[in-house]
């Protein structure tokens, strides 16, 4: 990766940071975190992998996103925002009333958002089936998703791997945000998924294990999933809850609290500075 395209890609994942920052900062609630772990896979995702078109956001031939996670929506909005979807002003709406970014992504609300997600488990399923049609309809977009480590304790993760193997679904990319922490704690503590690598391939997929928060491990993980065909391509992306402001990172606290005005100042600055 060169320098311009690396160092557009640091700066845009700093302001996405801010974003998610001052956005649940406005709503006195949210998840940080978790949305701060995986900024910056959903820089790379917007600002370098993905087909998309901010004045067209409907178009047929787009990649699709789907945020299993669905709960770390403000990662979403903010890259959404600065990507060109809507106004970055309007990322200080976060959860009010009338605005178009409720606590979860809704796809009949937000320009971008390909499927509403939250109930966890369900998102990476609704991404499986995208990815189907697009078979079926001989189409060539790719379909990517982002499920949180503690999400994949969920069965029906497992089912939709399943469908995505048996259907060869080559077009679907699986990214497990593996930050070690879930709500009640350290997700080996709650109730342990690993080893992720080893039961996704055994579930028929080609897994690719980075670090989450290296733009060059991130571009050559997405420029490997497209050379595999015949199965879905997973990449185990170990990144750090909080990543970006020094007192939320590796703290579970940080899971679902928003910061107060004293931490959002503290936050901003060290994300800016």
Same mark, same amino acid.
């Given at each position: 990766?060169?320098?311009?395209?690396?160092?557009?890609?640091?700066?845009?994942?700093?302001?996405?940071?801010?974003?998610?920052?001052?956005?649940?900062?406005?709503?006195?609630?949210?998840?940080?975190?978790?949305?701060?772990?995986?900024?910056?896979?959903?820089?790379?995702?917007?600002?370098?992998?993905?087909?998309?078109?901010?004045?067209?956001?409907?178009?047929?031939?787009?990649?699709?996103?789907?945020?299993?996670?669905?709960?770390?929506?403000?990662?979403?909005?903010?890259?959404?925002?600065?990507?060109?979807?809507?106004?970055?002003?309007?990322?200080?709406?976060?959860?009010?009333?009338?605005?178009?970014?409720?606590?979860?992504?809704?796809?009949?609300?937000?320009?971008?958002?390909?499927?509403?997600?939250?109930?966890?488990?369900?998102?990476?399923?609704? &991404?499986?089936?995208? !990815?189907?049609?697009? #078979?079926?309809?001989?189409?060539?977009?790719?379909?990517? $998703? =982002?499920? /949180?480590? +503690?999400?994949?304790?969920?069965?029906?993760?497992?089912?939709?791997?399943?469908?995505?193997?048996?259907?060869?679904?080559?077009?679907?990319?699986?990214?497990?945000?593996?930050?070690?922490?879930?709500?009640?704690?350290?997700?080996?503590?709650?109730?342990?998924?690993?080893?992720?690598?080893?039961?996704?391939?055994?579930?028929?997929?080609?897994?690719?294990?980075?670090?989450?928060?290296?733009?060059?491990?991130?571009?050559? &993980?997405?420029?490997? !999933?497209?050379?595999? #065909?015949?199965?879905?391509?997973?990449?185990?992306?170990? $990144? =750090?809850? /909080?990543? +970006?402001?020094?007192?939320?990172?590796?703290?579970?606290?940080?899971?679902?609290?928003?910061?107060?005005?004293?931490?959002?100042?503290?936050?901003?600055?060290?994300?800016?500075?």
């Amino acid at each position: 990766m060169d320098a311009q395209k690396l160092n557009m890609l640091t700066e845009t994942a700093k302001k996405i940071r801010v974003g998610i920052i001052e956005a649940t900062h406005a709503a006195k609630s949210g998840h940080p975190g978790g949305s701060l772990s995986i900024t910056d896979v959903m820089t790379y995702l917007y600002f370098s992998e993905m087909n998309v078109d901010p004045e067209n956001p409907n178009m047929q031939n787009r990649d699709r996103f789907v945020l299993s996670k669905g709960h770390c929506a403000p990662a979403l909005y903010s890259t959404l925002a600065h990507r060109g979807f809507f106004p970055v002003e309007e990322l200080k709406t976060l959860r009010k009333l009338g605005s178009r970014l409720q606590g979860h992504p809704d796809m009949t609300l937000t320009p971008g958002v390909d499927m509403s997600s939250g109930s966890l488990g369900l998102g990476i399923s609704s &991404a499986a089936g995208m !990815a189907l049609a697009g #078979k079926i309809d001989n189409k060539d977009y790719r379909v990517y $998703t =982002v499920v /949180g480590d +503690g999400e994949s304790e969920e069965g029906q993760v497992w089912e939709a791997c399943m469908f995505a193997s048996h259907y060869k679904l080559d077009n679907l990319c699986l990214i497990i945000d593996w930050n070690g922490l879930q709500i009640d704690g350290p997700v080996a503590e709650v109730m342990n998924p690993t080893p992720h690598d080893k039961k996704l391939e055994a579930f028929g997929f080609h897994v690719i294990s980075i670090n989450g928060h290296s733009f060059e491990e991130i571009e050559a &993980a997405f420029a490997e !999933a497209k050379t595999v #065909k015949g199965k879905p391509t997973a990449i185990i992306a170990k $990144t =750090v809850k /909080g990543k +970006g402001v020094s007192f939320m990172e590796n703290k579970v606290n940080w899971h679902g609290a928003a910061p107060n005005d004293e931490q959002c100042a503290e936050a901003i600055a060290e994300l800016t500075k």
